[in-house]
């Protein structure tokens, strides 16, 4: 699968949250986050193990009871059923890679 930058495709499944998805394979799936300045990510698990990378901005993110401020370059991890969320501090940035694919995230 290729994909080739397009502004098509976001959805926002939450307030000042769009998302979209943009390869994926058999065991991973990575998604673009765009969050808006003072948007929130509830707390929140899944089955699936999260790495990320932020690219712009800044995010509050709570990943089981630590707590971090994350910055551009920053990358964390987060485990299968733990919990984690995030307040964007500033317009953000972020790509996720999800493993095994999330299925409610195909297009």
């Known amino acids: 699968m290729f ?10 499944p939450l307030h000042g949250v769009t998302q979209k998805t943009l390869v994926y394979g058999e065991k991973t799936l990575r ?9 929130d990510l509830p707390m ?3 089955p699936h193990e999260q790495t990320g990378y932020l ?11 630590n ?11 987060i485990g299968s059923n733990v919990e984690h969320g995030a307040k964007a501090l500033d317009k953000s ?12 995230y195909l297009p």
């Not at 707590?67 to 991890?77: K, L």
């Open 3 to 12: 994909y080739k930058k397009s502004p098509d495709g976001y959805k926002s």
């Open 31 to 39: 998604t673009e986050f765009v969050l808006e300045a003072g948007s």
């Open 44 to 46: 929140h698990n899944h």
């Open 55 to 65: 690219i712009k901005g800044r995010l509050q993110m709570l990943i089981g009871k």
């Open 67 to 77: 707590e971090y401020i994350v910055e551009p370059g920053d990358s964390w991890c």
């Open 93 to 104: 940035v972020a790509v996720e890679i999800f493993s095994p694919v999330r299925e409610d």
